[in-house]
């Protein structure tokens, strides 16, 4: 039997947001490894299955545990939440192939990437429509991205009027990146500004807030967190954020945008 790993993103939340294509993987792999966290969402489908989990900084450990089970012949589903290849596995897994020297393929260790709804994508339909023109994900964790790295990152995407999705905003160890990185996306917008803050998306114990970037520093937020800042034409309109594509303008008739919530 060829070996095969699969790299599962597992969506936002239960398995009611999983992809009909990661729950199969699932139930055929006899090895599930991931973080101990994300496994606790999908423990209705690990009944009979070796698992191993760890906990958080042991991504590297826990991708070559997966190859290591994967190349012993064990089918094997490498866990993500959101999408394996956003801020997740996937990358971790290509890396190592190529740093043990292990080709990918049919040749090699069969790696297949199964994508999952990513976490913006879930914080965003939450929210309303705030992503519906051109969007930049940007993570404030330092832990692996020098701090002044990401703030020409932020500079940039918000000089470039990207509406702005933040990942990891807040942990235990860090709490000033957040309000760093809304100055420095402030000198390009208005105080105004519609800003999203989702936690726990699809989750029981989601949380949602709308607020303005003037206020936004103020959210309670943490690493289940994603914050979205509007671009200088996201407007709310009863409860929800909406960034304009363009089609009103070019094709109907579109009324002054303002705060309606």
């Known amino acids: 039997m060829r070996e095969k790993l699969y790299v599962v993103g597992l969506g936002p939340g239960g398995l009611e947001h999983m992809t009909a294509r990661a ?3 699932l139930e055929e792999a006899a090895v599930v490894v991931g973080y101990k966290t994300y496994l606790r969402h999908i423990e209705d489908v690990l009944e ?11 991504e590297i ?4 545990t ?3 089970a994967a190349l012993n012949g064990e089918v094997t589903a490498l866990v993500s939440g959101g999408d394996a290849g956003i801020y997740a596995m996937a990358p971790v897994v290509f890396e190592l192939l190529h740093d043990k020297g292990i080709m990918p393929g049919p040749r090699g260790l069969e790696v297949e990437a199964v994508p999952g ?3 913006v994508a879930a914080a ?8 519906s023109h051109d969007f930049a994900c940007i993570s404030l964790s330092d832990r692996l991205t020098p701090w002044e790295v990401i703030e020409k990152r932020l500079d940039a995407a ?3 009027d990207f509406v702005i999705a933040l990942y990891n905003p807040k942990s235990k160890g860090r709490q000033w990146q957040l309000g760093r990185a809304l ?9 105004q500004t519609p800003v999203g803050v989702v936690r726990a998306a699809m989750r029981p114990e989601q949380e949602l807030e709308l607020c303005t970037l003037a206020r936004a520093a103020e959210a309670q937020v943490d690493m289940a967190t994603i914050v979205l800042v509007g671009n200088s034409n996201s407007f709310v309109y009863r409860g929800k954020m909406v960034t304009p594509r363009g089609y009103m303008v070019k094709y109907g008739t579109s009324k002054e945008q303002g705060q309606d919530s």
């Open 61 to 64: 450990d826990r991708a070559g």
């Open 66 to 68: 997966a190859i290591e």
């Open 117 to 119: 709804v990513p976490a």
């Open 48 to 58: 009979g299955k070796r698992v191993l989990a760890s906990g958080m900084t042991k």
């Open 183 to 191: 100055q420095i996306i402030a000198a390009h917008r208005q105080a």
């Open 23 to 25: 729950r199969q993987v």
């Open 158 to 160: 918000a000089g470039a």
């Open 124 to 131: 965003g339909a939450l929210l309303g429509a705030p992503l």
